[in-house]
């Protein structure tokens, strides 16, 4: 490539750079034959681009359709390529410095399959006019061999690639401009500075000798725009042999020596032998996406083979089949397992419905891989019918069986079971694959390490070092498995020491050979942070789990199971440095990916919630902020929410959980969720035999503090009853209703039987009695209630004045009884003691005494209670627990009832409903002293405050009316009666008992004016 050209390039050099791709023979036959990935791919895609076979599109755009660029230069040079592009003049093109070139230049480089399918034309042009060039350019070299270079940049990973790959086969990822002139390259190599830490800069020296039959190369200068640079050209693809790396120290620059190679060079003529073989029977276009898998470019290999689908482009069914098989693979890989099911289940349709191919070999393939899948979702029964079915294929591969049934052993802790199957691989004909015994071995004795049989698993350990050795070289990759699995077993036995000396090594291996996109150095990475979790150094063990992150993603989505799994063990770090929010940043990531999961897995959101709830009660109890107690309350929550989809309400699986949730709402002093969670903890441990007597009487002994916080019973602490009232829907939660109703049966029966068990004079008796009471209360049983209540009214009087202040918590309770039961007086009577009690204490909770002045005013707004007022005087029922000359008493918390309302009447300057409710409650405690006239102007003023054709309204004419039939004005009374009947007649709710006692009320006036 030109210097100018490289100029021009330089914001884009991280995409543009060229790339070298190395070819290990060694790597072939080991655990890391994907590092081959990308050299074959280029092999494979120039193959099907020279044979006219490459295209990703039925109907192949234009460049100018297909790319859309948006700067004005470019839409015109892809135009004017689309009008004028003639085959003869594709070195011409290439050479120009345009969008074409860089386009082309970085689609090949970036394995960009869907931006290189436009310029196949192009490429198998270029090849076409390069061949010819190449014939021109070789009969003008007066010497055999000719020497040509080029100053690069080339990253660190392929650096270290190209330095274990000395002798080895080494291709371009893209077309390759070299100079004769070595003085410019090397002014060009060092001219410039990386534009990143991972770059460095190199000058290429490579020998070509004439003589030998290659991919095509030529001198191109006449057809360049800048003719003085003496360019060779060679076509992508094309292989060379790695002579030499070395460091030029005074020159500060690497030296890279290649050989072009012949195409009958046996290393050549191996490797194409080998693909051949491998990609037998293989549709090529499926076989690109394979390699990008291998590569590690899951994303773009899935692009690539969906678009093989959605361009129609796979014409035969069985390519159909393949590439079914192909995107599940890559599903697998991406951690999308039911989709990697889906489309192994496609593929295993499409073959069994096919009599032809009922004993194809990819039939067992798709149930191994499918066992493979579901032992990954952990469905170990579904894997093993599927590893069951790949035994009983005729064209089975045993080994990937075994090595299938030994992983879900071993997960099991079968641990036997998964040594036999493991020893069966060892033992199976035709003897396996270099890898798959190494593989095997390495199993085996970390089965021996987990087992706790350390002389057994290092027998197997060395076993392997000595193969790996003698197969492949001390520098491979391939023992960094091995080095880890050691270095993960004296971790084990607590030799921290020697195993930080293993991970070492195998890290020292990896950054040698490994681009640093390797899934091997998360894997190893997580190792040094465990090594450091083991020796409580938290931070260093923060500093690696945070690499293994890092290095995931660069291949993996954020919600892939192997990034979650180091979200989790991040998050479980920092929550043991007690950095709360940093854990939850984690956790919270941990979430997000469940819940963008195509198919949710229950088990895996459930815990994802128990853990951030886990995290933030952790917190609470910390920091004692509510606001951190609810955030960990609806963690609880949603765990429950998602563990009811697949469990019944007594699974005893749920206890920890109902009891958490329970210990929350009660620090809230939410007593009745928190009741109710305590029930389904009862529940839970009642009907799972035997009956833990101990549990159940634990949990009652917080259902009794439970009622004895409970001092306000304006409600319930039935939760459902609660619900049901508010929503006036109680056919909703009818289960939950009888199954609250049930427990509080329960309740009351278990501190009855607790009753009898202690004498009259026992201290205990105070606190049965009242939670007896509550209890009672909730059943709406409320004579019982009164019962027990009074029980510990005379129990407290023996010892203490009315004014007591501890008999505030038993006035409101029998006030409400009797409100309840609608005896207002008594009502009223046990409001008035509450309201003294409070005041002669000076307790100043007057949020509270509002709230009894609220339910006195309930009381007033109740038609039947004050109309009986008219009738006749008011009859003092007097009650037996409190002195019998309280009349005074009560006349002078009238009064304050009337004055507090008034009051409130002041203060209320808005207009609205409530108005109308003060002035009716004013207007009742008038009658109820028998001030008439005073009743009927704010019953009046009422009428201003109240809906249109409402039923409170036609009761306040009814009252008005009696109040001016007891001052016999008749017509008045007439009037009000007959305002009451018109609206009764045209509401919806019709109470016909009501119309027609006002219609007998209208007949008796009207017959005393007859």
Not at 626 to 643: S, V
Request: aromatic content about 14%.
């Amino acid at each position: 490539m030109s210097e100018n050209k490289e100029k021009k390039g330089e914001e884009n050099v991280q995409a543009d750079r060229m790339g070298t791709m190395a070819y290990s023979s060694k790597d072939n036959e080991s655990m890391h034959k994907s590092l081959n990935g990308e050299f074959i791919l280029y092999q494979i895609l120039l193959k099907q681009i020279l044979d006219g076979k490459f295209s990703l599109n039925l109907n192949e755009k234009s460049l100018y359709e297909h790319f859309q660029a948006s700067d004005p230069k470019d839409k015109s040079t892809y135009k004017e390529f689309d009008k004028k592009y003639k085959a003869s003049k594709a070195i011409n093109w290439y050479t120009r410095e345009s969008c074409v070139y860089k386009t082309l230049n970085k689609a090949l480089r970036t394995q960009d399959t869907k931006n290189t399918s436009p310029f196949a034309t192009f490429i198998k042009d270029l090849n076409t006019q390069l061949t010819k060039e190449h014939q021109i350019f070789i009969k003008q070299q007066k010497t055999p061999t000719i020497q040509l270079y080029r100053g690069q940049f080339l990253s660190k990973d392929e650096l270290n690639r190209l330095k274990t790959s000395h002798g080895e086969l080494i291709s371009m990822n893209s077309f390759l401009s070299t100079s004769k002139n070595r003085k410019k390259a090397f002014e060009f190599a060092k001219s410039r500075t990386p534009p990143s830490d991972d770059l460095i800069s190199i000058l290429l020296e490579l020998n070509v000798n004439i003589n030998s039959i290659t991919k095509p190369y030529a001198d191109i200068e006449r057809y360049s725009d800048f003719q003085d640079e003496e360019e060779i050209l060679f076509v992508f693809g094309s292989m060379f042999r790695m002579d030499n790396v070395q460091f030029d120290e005074k020159n500060n620059l690497w030296i890279v020596t290649l050989t072009l190679c012949a195409n009958d060079d046996p290393d050549i003529k191996q490797f194409l032998s080998i693909l051949e073989k491998e990609t037998k029977g293989q549709n090529s276009l499926v076989s690109i996406g394979n390699n990008l898998m291998e590569m590690n470019k899951f994303d773009d290999a899935y692009a690539h083979l969906e678009r093989l689908f959605n361009n129609k482009l796979l014409t035969d069914p069985f390519d159909c089949v393949q590439c079914h098989l192909m995107v599940g693979k890559v599903e697998e890989k991406r951690g999308n397992y039911n989709a990697s099911i889906d489309q192994f289940n496609n593929g295993l349709d499409c073959l069994l419905k096919e009599s032809t191919l009922k004993d194809h070999q990819l039939i067992s393939q798709c149930y191994n891989s499918l066992g493979y899948v579901y032992c990954k979702l952990k469905e170990y029964e579904k894997a093993f019918q599927y590893f069951e079915l790949a035994l009983n294929s005729k064209t089975n591969d045993l080994s990937l069986t075994y090595l299938g049934l030994a992983k879900i052993h071993f997960k099991m802790t079968n641990y036997h079971l998964s040594l036999e199957y493991l020893q069966k691989i060892l033992h199976s004909k035709p003897e396996p694959s270099h890898a798959i015994i190494t593989k095997t071995n390495i199993y085996i004795g970390s089965i021996y390490a987990t087992m706790n049989n350390n002389e057994e698993a290092t027998k197997y350990f060395d076993k392997v070092i000595e193969l790996q050795i003698r197969k492949l070289s001390k520098d491979h990759p391939d023992l960094g498995y091995t080095y880890d699995a050691i270095g993960l077993m004296y971790l084990e036995n607590n030799a921290e020491q020697k195993a930080y000396e293993y991970f070492l090594k195998a890290y020292q291996l990896q950054s040698q050979s490994l681009p640093n996109n390797h899934p091997d150095f998360a894997k190893t990475f997580t190792n040094f942070g465990n090594y450091y979790m083991k020796i409580k150094d938290l931070d260093n063990a923060l500093i690696y789990y945070e690499k293994a992150l890092e290095n995931q993603l660069k291949t993996l989505s954020w919600r892939h199971p192997s990034v979650v799994e180091s979200y989790l063990i991040l998050g479980h770090t920092y929550w043991k440095k007690r950095n709360f929010d940093q854990a939850a940043i984690y956790f919270d990531k941990v979430l997000k990916s469940e819940l963008a999961r195509e198919k949710i897995a229950e088990s895996s959101l459930s815990l994802s919630y128990k853990t951030l709830g886990d995290l933030y009660y952790d917190k609470f109890n910390v920091y004692l902020d509510k606001k951190i107690l609810d955030e960990a309350l609806d963690f609880y929550l949603n765990d429950l929410k998602i563990e009811l989809k697949v469990k019944l309400h007594e699974d005893l699986s749920l206890v920890d959980l109902y009891k958490r949730i329970a210990e929350i709402f009660y620090k809230k002093h939410n007593y009745g969720q928190a009741l109710l969670h305590y029930n389904r903890l009862l529940d839970s441990y009642y009907k799972n035999l035997p009956i833990n007597q101990i549990k159940i009487d634990e949990i009652y002994e917080i259902i009794a503090k439970i009622y004895l916080k409970r001092h306000h019973f304006n409600e319930t602490l039935l939760y459902y009853q609660n619900q049901s009232n508010e929503n006036e829907n109680k056919h909703e939660h009818i289960d939950d209703i009888y199954f609250e109703k049930r427990y509080l049966d329960q309740s009351l029966n278990y501190f009855q039987d607790k009753l009898l068990k202690y004498r009259k004079n026992s201290s205990q008796l105070k606190d049965i009695y009242y939670i007896l009471g509550n209890i009672s209360y909730d059943k709406q049983d409320y004579d019982q209630s009164l019962k027990y209540f009074f029980k510990l009214f005379n129990k407290n009087l023996k010892k203490q004045n009315f004014n007591d202040l501890a008999l505030k918590y038993i006035y409101e309770p029998i006030a409400m009884n009797y409100f309840h039961k609608q005896n207002y007086n008594q009502s009223l009577t046990y409001f008035y003691r509450l309201i003294e009690c409070l005041l002669m204490n000076n307790t100043k909770n007057y949020s509270f005494i509002d709230k009894i002045y609220n339910l006195i005013g309930k009381i007033y707004l109740d038609k039947d209670y004050t109309i009986q007022y008219l009738s006749a005087k008011e009859k003092n029922q007097g009650i037996d627990h409190l002195p019998m000359n309280n009349s005074q008493f009560e006349k002078y918390y009238l009064e304050q009832t009337l004055m507090h309302f008034q009051n409130l009447l002041k203060n209320n300057k808005k207009k609205n409903d409530s108005l109308g409710d003060i002035y009716r409650i004013i207007a009742n405690i008038y009658l109820k002293k028998r001030d008439f006239n005073q009743s009927l102007i704010y019953f009046h003023q009422s009428i201003n405050y109240q809906l249109e054709k409402s039923l409170s309204l036609a009761q306040t004419y009814i009252l008005i009316g009696e109040i001016y039939r007891k001052q016999h004005l008749l017509n008045y009374a007439l009037q009000s009666y007959q305002d009451s009947l018109n609206i009764l007649q045209h509401i919806q709710s019709r109470d016909q008992s009501l119309i027609d006692n006002i219609q007998k009320k209208i007949r008796k006036i009207n017959s005393y004016s007859i």
